[in-house]
């Protein structure tokens, strides 16, 4: 048990519709990254946000967004969902947003878009 | 820029047999490394880093690797596999820079044990 958690483990939605993917950090960590992990496209770094603030992007769609509240747990909002938005989704938390510190995965969402 | 490669998106072992699992990096600073581990319907798991002290490091499971810069290789070894080593390992790559990081993934080496 890596400490991460995340809610739901399981996501069916239609296309065009809005989810929204929850993660919780490790106690004491202050760093947030989400990941989307899918078949064709392997791991993909989304977005990393540090202690309530947007730190790094990768590939994130315009149609996807994440914010980290004040006691640190993180939300994912995937909007206007795409049959390609099918994967499995990822948060993990690090001590701090410096690459030098190993981060810590969560058990992931799946999310299934029909 | 920052780039991982894995050679081998595949690799089949037999059990009791050497394990070699290979990353290649490319950083213009010096780096941090990192492999991963990922069973079957769960997250990735930590099996060793690399942060510029010793060379040769060791990590959980029996897993190693070796940091060599002139290679700029970061190859992931164990003497004998087992078969509770299945699984997908991720090479990646991160370093810091002002006020921003990013680590970077490889795609990935499915490895399989046979009995």
């Known amino acids: 048990d890596s400490g991460v958690t995340q809610t739901p483990k399981h996501l069916i939605t239609a296309t065009g519709q809005r989810v929204t993917l929850r993660c919780s950090p490790r106690?004491?960590?202050?760093?947030v990254y989400w990941y989307q992990q899918s078949l064709d496209q392997g791991l993909q770094f989304l977005i990393q946000?540090?202690?309530?603030?947007?730190?790094a992007k990768g590939n994130i769609l315009e149609r996807f967004s994440a914010q980290q509240f004040p006691d640190l747990h993180s939300e994912l909002n995937l909007s206007s969902l795409e049959l390609g938005d099918s994967a499995l989704y990822f948060c993990?938390?690090?001590?701090?947003?410096?690459?030098?510190?190993?981060?810590?995965f969560g058990p992931g969402t799946r999310l299934t878009v029909t | 820029a920052q780039s991982v490669t894995q050679l081998g998106s595949h690799v089949s072992v037999s059990e009791g047999a050497l394990v070699l699992l290979r990353c290649n990096y490319s950083?213009?600073?010096?780096?941090?490394l990192f492999w991963y581990v990922q069973y079957p319907n769960q997250g990735l798991q930590l099996l060793l880093k690399?942060?510029?002290?010793?060379?040769l490091v060791k990590g959980i499971n029996g897993f190693e690797a070796e940091f060599k810069k002139s290679e700029t290789s970061f190859h992931l070894t164990k003497p004998s596999a087992h078969m509770s080593d299945a699984a997908e390992y991720f090479c990646?790559?991160?370093?810091?820079?002002?006020?921003?990081?990013?680590?970077?993934f490889g795609s990935g080496t499915r490895l399989s044990i046979r009995p």
């Open positions: 993990a938390s690090s001590v701090e947003g410096k690459g030098i510190y190993e981060q810590y």
């Open positions: 106690s004491g960590d202050l760093s």
């Open positions: 946000y540090y202690n309530g603030e947007e730190r």
């Open positions: 950083s213009s600073v010096p780096p941090y």
């Open positions: 690399y942060t510029s002290a010793a060379t």
């Open positions: 990646a790559v991160s370093s810091w820079r002002g006020s921003a990081s990013k680590i970077i």
